[in-house]
């Protein structure tokens, strides 16, 4: 199943699944109230709660809370999360940023799969305008996937992790490099590079659609980047290094995890501008527009305007 979130030409903002023929249920409304209107309320209870929103898909158009795509405006899926924590789990990714800025890779990072929290409340949705930072020159674009917690659950083992998975979605953690470098020197960070904004979406796709994709540690989904519908990344989840289980063990290690929380999974190889050299492309500018497109997760689109 898809779940999304969209705002109906009344201005209420529903949360609800996107059938096969491009049709948003309103699951609240479709529901006569039994579901609850946000889709972080879904996920406290979204084991139960999944038995109702799985007889949605049956709606057609002219139901109760059924709408045609055109009539909405999608936001992010998960407008505000509990938390975000973005990983750092693709290798090539790590290997070549580092070698890009004159620094060898380091031993540490194959022994803990390592993330920081970004900034929960500045989540944006496809087609949202991404403010640059006043500061920035060097904006940057990162391809990733991110999970969702669907229970909670603390000391989680990677082997158990799947059973707290509620589904997938892209993530772009858009970075000010400039800014990100001079923080990066002092030892703690990044936090200001990255703080501004973060894209999700177009929707959370349940674990069960991908899980036939499933090889080696990640899955077998091709990930892409365009700017200005110029391909520059291309990559597959499949050559992940640290699993979702393993993320989530390292995150839960003495704390607990609750639904509604975000982890990504750090950059896919050749994922971003950083990666890639400004000598294959400037750094971004306003009137950019960037998409990000991984198979089973949709497009992801995104243009920047000055703050």
Not at 196 to 215: N, V
Request: charged share 25%.
């Amino acid at each position: 199943m898809r779940f999304v979130t969209f705002e109906k030409s009344d201005g209420s903002v529903r949360s609800g699944v996107l059938t096969e023929s491009n049709l948003v249920v309103d699951m609240y409304e479709a529901t006569k109230c039994s579901l609850p209107e946000k889709l972080i309320d879904f996920l406290e209870n979204s084991e139960r709660n999944m038995k109702s929103a799985s007889q949605l898909l049956q709606l057609t158009e002219g139901d109760l809370g059924v709408y045609p795509l055109h009539e909405v405006r999608m936001m992010a899926p998960l407008p505000v999360p509990k938390s975000l924590r973005d990983f750092y789990a693709f290798e090539q990714h790590v290997k070549s940023a580092r070698e890009n800025r004159g620094l060898k890779m380091i031993p540490e990072w194959y022994q803990i799969p390592v993330f920081y929290f970004s900034n929960h409340l500045a989540i944006k949705g496809p087609e949202d305008k991404i403010s640059m930072p006043v500061q920035c020159e060097w904006l940057d674009y990162e391809l990733e996937v991110a999970c969702i917690i669907g229970k909670g659950g603390r000391n989680i083992t990677a082997e158990e992790a799947e059973d707290y998975i509620f589904g997938y979605c892209i993530l772009n953690d858009w970075s000010a490099r400039d800014l990100q470098r001079q923080e990066m020197k002092v030892g703690l960070g990044p936090a200001k590079g990255k703080d501004f904004s973060t894209s999700i979406g177009p929707w959370i796709i349940t674990k069960d659609e991908i899980e036939h994709l499933r090889k080696g540690k990640g899955f077998d989904i091709s990930m892409k980047a365009r700017v200005n519908g110029v391909l520059l990344s291309e990559g597959n989840m499949k050559d992940i290094y640290y699993s979702f289980g393993e993320m989530i063990e390292r995150a839960s290690a003495g704390v607990t995890l609750y639904p509604g929380e975000v982890i990504g999974s750090g950059t896919v190889g050749t994922g971003c501008i950083l990666e890639l050299g400004t000598e294959v492309h400037r750094w971004l500018q306003p009137e950019d527009v960037v998409e990000l497109e991984i198979d089973k997760l949709g497009v992801l689109r995104n243009s920047i305007e000055c703050e």
